[in-house]
């Protein structure tokens, strides 16, 4: 069973920097796409960024020129570097991931829990203005 562990969510003041880290394991096979969604209070599910193995990314317009998805050379950990962080960051991130489907605006689309094979429990992201 696929597991993925989120990690680096915290406390910023507008303007400041956050590196989220997803690390899968679990797998006979590592996913191929893996990305982040967040939601905030009250709020839908939203796409922020993903990545597949190919180096293929994509990114939300909110936080193009800001965010940067990377991945370790095994392809097993995805990050995403947050610079320059507003209050309308604020709220849960989520990783997810896919053992075949690539990265696209699609798949960054496709904000059902169910459009995704694995999902993790998510990181609190707060911005403070």
């Known amino acids: 069973?696929?597991?993925?562990e989120e990690s680096g969510g915290g406390s910023v003041q507008s303007g400041g920097s956050?590196?989220?880290s997803c690390a899968a394991s679990g797998y006979t096979y590592s996913?191929?796409?893996m990305g982040w969604f967040r939601q905030a209070p009250g709020k839908e599910r939203e796409g922020v960024a993903c990545i597949d193995k190919s180096g293929t990314t994509t990114y939300a317009d909110s936080v193009k020129s800001r965010f940067t998805i990377s991945?370790?050379?095994?392809?097993?950990?995805?990050n995403l570097q947050m610079n320059n962080?507003?209050?309308?960051?604020?709220?849960?991130y989520y990783c997810a991931a896919d053992p075949?489907?690539?990265?696209s605006g699609s798949w960054l689309?496709?904000?059902?829990?169910?459009?995704?094979?694995y999902w993790g429990q998510g990181t609190q992201v707060t911005v403070s203005s």
Not at 85 to 92: G, H, R
Not at 109 to 117: I, L, M, P, Q
């Open 109 to 117: 689309s496709a904000t059902d829990g169910r459009y995704h094979e």
């Open 100 to 103: 075949f489907d690539f990265c």
């Open 31 to 33: 996913p191929n796409s």
């Open 1 to 4: 069973q696929v597991q993925l």
């Open 71 to 78: 991945q370790d050379n095994a392809k097993t950990i995805r």
């Open 85 to 92: 962080l507003k209050p309308e960051d604020t709220a849960t």
């Open 18 to 20: 956050l590196r989220l």
